[in-house]
């Protein structure tokens, strides 16, 4: 952002971008999360796939260079981690619904914030449709609590104990439990107190709501954003 010097915002939140698509103003605007943690400085990353049928990206793709200047609005959005974090919290996502987690986690890292345990369960596909997972491995290393598990629909997982198979909703279903288990046998009763965020295709988050409300949740610790 050649126009600011320090573009300052909170992990979880988008920006939306005046792309020269359309002659109508609001058939124009095309939203991103914000994939990097806030660093002190005007840049900032985005992570975008081509939709070939979407006029946004195909813009993008075919004539977004360095140095191509875009108007943009932003930061906005109130998908923000909780504060303080003082419960388990699993971010939960399928394609680049992980961008706002990938912040969320970062920041979490780079500024040493207090934190129970912080489960990522991302969904795709196959082992080609992964973002960040290198990454996201290192930090699993480097960050006490932070666990990262992506999951896979259509491949089989190989000897990585934390990589799954099938869909997130098994995935933190078990987890749950776990976590309730060892909740009670700390002298806690019912479900381990949690927070929820999910990001990413609407049918993931309409049944992962369902299914968390149906498990003993409120509805109020159960916070979402649409893609597509």
């Known amino acids: 952002m050649p126009s600011s010097t320090d573009f300052q915002?909170?992990?979880?939140?988008?920006?939306?971008?005046?792309?020269?698509?359309?002659e109508q103003k609001?058939?124009?605007?095309?939203?991103?999360?914000?994939?990097?943690?806030p660093n002190g400085t005007?840049?900032?990353?985005?992570?975008?796939?081509?939709?070939?049928?979407g006029a946004g990206t195909t813009w993008l793709w075919e004539n977004a260079r360095v140095g191509t200047e875009i108007l943009l609005r932003g930061p906005q959005g109130k998908f923000t981690m909780p504060k303080p974090l003082e419960q388990d919290l699993y971010l939960i996502c399928t394609g680049t619904g992980?961008?706002?987690?990938?912040?969320?986690?970062?920041?979490?890292?780079?500024?040493q914030v207090?934190?129970?345990?912080?489960?990522?369960?991302?969904?795709?596909?196959?082992f080609n449709d992964t973002l960040y997972g290198a990454e996201l491995r290192r930090?699993?290393?480097?960050?006490?609590?932070?666990?990262?598990?992506?999951?896979?629909?259509?491949?089989?997982?190989?000897?990585?104990?934390?990589?799954?198979?099938?869909?997130?909703?098994?995935?933190?279903?078990?987890?749950?439990?776990?976590?309730?288990?060892?909740?009670?046998q700390a002298g806690g009763t019912g479900l381990s107190p949690a927070k929820f965020m999910l990001c990413?295709?609407?049918?993931m988050?309409?049944?992962?709501?369902?299914?968390?409300v149906a498990m003993g949740y409120d509805k109020k610790d159960v916070h979402f954003e649409l893609y597509g």
């Not at 915002?9 to 359309?22: N, Y």
């Not at 207090?114 to 196959?126: D, M, Q, S, T, V």
């Not at 988050?205 to 968390?212: G, T």
Request: charged residues 25%; aromatic residues 12%; proline residues 5%.
């Open 9 to 22: 915002f909170e992990p979880g939140q988008f920006v939306t971008l005046d792309l020269p698509i359309h």
């Open 42 to 53: 005007n840049g900032f990353e985005l992570v975008i796939v081509l939709n070939e049928a």
């Open 139 to 184: 930090l699993q290393d480097e960050l006490p609590g932070f666990t990262y598990i992506p999951t896979y629909s259509r491949e089989l997982p190989d000897n990585n104990l934390l990589q799954r198979t099938g869909y997130v909703h098994q995935v933190y279903e078990e987890l749950i439990k776990q976590r309730s288990i060892e909740h009670q």
């Open 200 to 203: 990413g295709w609407k049918n």
């Open 114 to 126: 207090e934190h129970r345990n912080i489960y990522l369960i991302f969904g795709c596909r196959k």
């Open 26 to 37: 609001n058939k124009r605007w095309r939203s991103y999360s914000i994939a990097s943690a």
């Open 98 to 111: 992980i961008a706002p987690f990938r912040s969320m986690v970062q920041y979490v890292h780079e500024h």
């Open 205 to 212: 988050i309409d049944e992962a709501r369902q299914r968390l």
